[in-house]
């Protein structure tokens, strides 16, 4: 007998734990992160009407796999601390049965727990209890049935997509409404929305009364609309009622060139229409003016956009209650639903808030479409009238267009082939030099002859001509260096001059010189160096500043000593002397009487300006002309069997 009481007992607990959240049922949605591998945190979201009995502290879901029943397994999901915030709304004057009021309110709770899903093409997650809150629209309370899907199997490490905002419970008959079901993905997958008819278990749904249905939730005197891409449902509700309504958000990925489903979650929300003299506040579109002030002109919510664009613009309130009312007072709020971005508020409490949003375009996350959400709330009776608002940026396909060299240096009488690839079909292209045109070009190549350029840097860009309405093209550009080609080679003569004096070399054009002797040991760094003694020596002459654009020579100077102040002797006679630079030498000396005499003549300076070989000089007059000499004193060396005489001479 105690056994059958005991059973009895077990039995009504049982009962009484799956309808624990009988008759104060107002929604809920199922949700999964992957934490890595096959772990992943399980999340419930449960809205509570207030009037109803207490939510538990912990619920238990089941996780199936549909093509293998032996993957099959439950988890528990327990309460977090922070649980129970109401989301209602209500103003201070009027509160809900949630915090000791008359009026209806709603609460959200939030479970969480983790588990390890491995990989399976579909594994439903759901949970569900009896029974539904009354509904006007629909037949019967009935059950309630909430699930989540997912398909680890062609979508590994996927995380479900996340509501942007919390659900808007009460509406104000006679105002229009965008009600903001949509939810962000964080893989940066696809997503689609969709109504659906919230389900009663795992195979059926609610039944909608006659004139109503899942894509027609409440009396609108507008259509009800629903926006695919970013789940916004826009109404205008003309009659007093309590309705179900159901938003499903499907995660789409391509894998292997095809797209699969590879997640879908749920929300199922109530929502009660009521009467009030409060007017539901408005946001503007962007306001890329920045006036901050509210235009009707201003119906910008989305946007293409290109990577780097800078987007700056406000966002600006209206509500058309009275100023001087706490309904027409209003605060503005954001879901930081992009990453990056900024939404600064300004004037919150007042009638004249407005937001000023910021954001240098970006890809970090991978997702085409980035969207964020802003909800305006005033502070009207019995509760705060708020629509929320979503402004999405859609990030144009990037198509770039790459050169095929990098940042050069060229020297003079050097030339480079550029050219451009892209993945564009026969484009036009625009070629500029330092931001100047270069008209006539429009094809992939341009050649940079250097002969054509002056020196210096130059910055040579492509781009697309026109831009592109479909893609955001990124151009290329290349910084070329034009460095002068120094010419020094072969142009130093060897030199002879006198002791006591100095020859001077000038190297030519150039940047950066390098004077050397025989032992590489620099003695110069201008373009002219002087010498006094005799040597190799060797020039680097570089057209800038350690460039490939050198040049170099080597030379011979030899010194003569002494002979300055020495008078003819008579076996060394010039006639006539002084002279005009044409003249006769004659020798009467024995010991130059060898097979080779040299005769050099050096100016006054030092420099030698004649150079000849004669055979047996002795006895002989040897005819000299100079060419085009200067008048002054010059000096005369002849030298043959180890015998040297040396003389000067006068030319007028």
Known sequence: MKKIKLLIMLIIMMFAIENMMASHYAGSELTYTCLGGSNYKITFVFYRDCSGVQAPASIIVNIECSSNSYLNFTTTLNALSYTGQEISKPCATNPTKCSGGNNFGIQEYVYQGTAIIVPCNHWTISYSSCCRNPISTVSGNGGWYTKAMLNNLQGPLSSAPVFIQKPIITVYNGNTYNMNLGALDPDGDSLAFSLYAPFTDSSSSVVYVSGYSAANFLTSSIPITLDSQTGVVSFNPSSNIVTVVGIKVEKWRTVNGSPALIGVIYRDVELKVITGSNHVPALSGMDFSNSHSFSAADTIYSKEVCVGDIMDFDINSYDADSATTAAGKMNISWNQGISGASLAMHNNGTDSAYAHFHWTASNSGNMPLQCFSALVQDGGCPYNASRAYTYCFRLKDTVLIVLNATDTTLCTGDSLSLTAQSS???????????????????????????NSYPTGTDTFTIALQGGSQQSCVNGDSIIVNHVYQPHVFGLLPDS?????????????????????????????????QTFDSSGQYHVVVDGGNNTRCTDADTFNLQVIGGIKNIDNKPDFVIIPNPNNGNFILKIENDNLDSKECFIQIFSQDGKLVYSDVVRKLKGKEVEIKLDNPLSGVYYIVVTGNDSELKGRFLIY
Do not use: H
């Open 496 to 528: 002879v001059f006198l002791s006591g004096y100095s020859v001077v070399y000038d190297a030519g054009q150039g940047m950066s010189y390098k004077w050397m002797d025989v032992q590489n040991a620099i003695i110069g760094t201008s373009q002219t």
């Open 424 to 450: 564009l079909v026969s484009p036009t292209y625009v070629w500029r030099m330092n931001g100047q045109l270069l008209p006539g070009i429009s094809g992939a190549n341009l050649i940079i002859n250097t």
